[in-house]
């Protein structure tokens, strides 16, 4: 079995100033790991890990998720191997498809995204693991590639996937995955299911708590507005409302006014919210259903005060 804990995310716009006092603040709250984001056009995942791994002293730092497509995984490797040399067992790297529409905006979105991820994360996994690697795939090609100086302790590479497809491939060629939010028991039982196998699972869940719960899911709203989307598509299709819920999407003349319309049980399904007592119990619930970390996003002006906020249900 593996450890169940509770994370944190870094906001991908967070203040440059704030990244680490940030990140030094989740530490001493509690937060077992910190996630940052590779969101086109916002940072760096790499350079941001390095900068919280060198500011905080004991807090594992998650990549989430590198896409695969615009990088070389030879030099992925490298980097990856950099950080965990440096800072030995605190790294996990995540990589991924990367968002469609991002990676199309940058002319890398690959005929064939499946065999992209594989042919990546098995090159990149092997070279971590000490191996000369030589691969003559149809979008990754290395000759007798080894690094010089392997990582004593290597990271985990998890792969952030959701489509049954992409998530039968991590259970293949990964030492776990990333879900990106809404994660519900009902979608974390065909995730499992497709997966096939036992696997350390962090999963981003949208969270605020208050006294008082219609704040926090006042709070939590605006951050789910693009769950009715195509790419939530899978996230949806599990749920008992999910009829309801696209025939509410396609009834609202905007997204806001969706939001609006959401009932207040959606709400606490779709995210981590409510007293503190009620988001403790949602995290148990999804520990319990296979959720190895639950990665809180903060929600709200004020990224610090939300901080704060969620280091009760640590």
Do not use: K
Request: proline share 9%.
């Amino acid at each position: 079995m593996h450890p169940v804990t509770v994370g944190i995310l870094l906001p991908r716009d967070l203040p440059i100033a704030q990244l680490v006092p940030y990140a030094r603040r989740a530490e001493a709250l509690g937060f077992a790991e910190i996630w940052v984001v590779e969101d086109l056009p916002f940072r760096g995942g790499i350079a941001q890990a390095g900068a919280v791994l060198a500011g905080t002293e004991r807090i594992r730092v998650g990549v989430g998720i590198l896409p695969a497509a615009v990088r070389n995984p030879a030099f992925a490797a490298m980097e990856a191997s950099t950080l965990a040399e440096l800072y030995p067992g605190r790294l996990v790297l995540g990589v991924g498809h990367g968002m469609t529409g991002w990676v199309r905006q940058v002319g890398a979105w690959p005929a064939s995204p499946l065999t992209m991820l594989d042919e990546h994360v098995s090159a990149v996994r092997a070279l971590l693991h000490g191996s000369s690697v030589t691969v003559d795939g149809r979008y990754v090609q290395l000759d007798a590639v080894q690094l010089h100086s392997p990582p004593s302790v290597v990271p985990p590479v998890l792969a952030g996937v959701r489509g049954p497809r992409s998530l039968a491939l991590a259970g293949r060629v990964a030492d776990g995955v990333v879900l990106a939010e809404p994660v519900t028991p009902e979608y974390l039982a065909g995730v499992l299911e497709h997966v096939g196998r036992q696997l350390p699972v962090v999963a981003y869940c949208v969270a605020a708590v208050d006294d008082d719960p219609d704040v926090a899911r006042a709070r939590v709203r605006p951050a789910l507005e693009w769950i009715g989307e195509p790419d939530w598509d899978a996230h949806i299709a599990p749920l008992p409302f999910a009829d309801d819920f696209h025939a509410m999407r396609l009834a609202s003349s905007s997204r806001a006014e969706f939001l609006e319309r959401m009932p207040a049980d959606w709400v606490d399904q779709l995210a981590v919210v409510g007293t503190p007592r009620d988001a403790r119990r949602r995290i148990a619930e999804l520990h319990a259903a296979g959720v190895t970390c639950a990665v809180l996003i903060p929600v709200g002006s004020d990224p610090m005060v939300a901080l704060d906020e969620l280091a009760s249900l640590v």
